[in-house]
């Protein structure tokens, strides 16, 4: 892509991370819609994910709940996440949905990293309810054993980058848990309880933008 294409922009690429219930997957489809006429494309990660595990079996298409990610091996995980980084370092108008993709884009040029986070628990898992038509009680169960079962495994699969991306360059200690959301990790960080999707949307067209 010529360079010019890319003029009126502050990035050249974008990340979309949150976890379930933030609102990753609308601000995904919102650019989407807005950048696409520019040549913008769209990769959800999670999508993807389900749609290899639904082709190979490893997980019942009819359960509405998300599954989490030990139904992956860590080598097909591994190839999928670095290819991402690999689009992010060597390619430009991509906008990534997924919950490691902000991590993954630690130290990649010109790319927006955005942070989807919603102050109210509540509110988040009454969106997963109504996203995946299941109850209030399984939802909750549900989020938080995906949340614990991937950091688990994230952590195991993940340490020395977080030892080479975050560590050595000095926005976290030694010492600090791995957190991929660690908020200072991102360029934009968008609490979805106080600011609704067209607000959220405009704060980012507003980021990406330039201003004359």
């Not at 999508?47 to 989490?68: I, V, Y």
């Not at 690999?86 to 130290?107: H, P, R």
């Not at 989807?116 to 898992?125: E, G, K, P």
């Amino acid at each position: 892509m010529a360079q010019n294409d890319l003029a009126n922009f502050n990035y050249y690429n974008i990340t979309i991370s949150g976890l379930p219930g933030c609102g990753s997957t609308t601000m995904l489809t919102g650019l989407r819609d807005r950048l696409g006429v520019e040549g913008w494309r769209g990769f959800s990660g999670g999508e993807f994910m389900r749609h290899f595990a639904t082709e190979k079996g490893l997980w019942d298409p009819s359960n509405p709940a998300h599954h989490h990610a030990n139904i992956y091996s860590d080598e097909f995980e591994n190839e999928v996440d670095f290819g991402m980084r690999d689009k992010l370092m060597n390619d430009t108008q991509w906008i990534i949905e997924s919950w490691l993709s902000g991590f993954l884009a630690q130290g990649t040029p010109h790319t927006l990293k955005i942070l989807m986070t919603c102050s109210s628990d509540d509110i988040r898992i009454d969106r997963v309810v109504n996203r995946d038509g299941i109850t209030i009680e399984q939802a909750k169960a549900n989020t938080l054993h995906r949340y614990q079962t991937n950091l688990t495994k994230w952590r195991r699969m993940y340490g020395q980058q977080w030892q080479e991306w975050v560590v050595a360059t000095g926005r976290a200690d030694q010492n600090d848990p791995i957190d991929f959301w660690r908020p200072d990790l991102y360029d934009l960080v968008l609490d979805t309880y106080s600011l609704n999707q067209e607000q959220t949307l405009e704060v980012v067209m507003d980021k990406l933008i330039k201003k004359d």
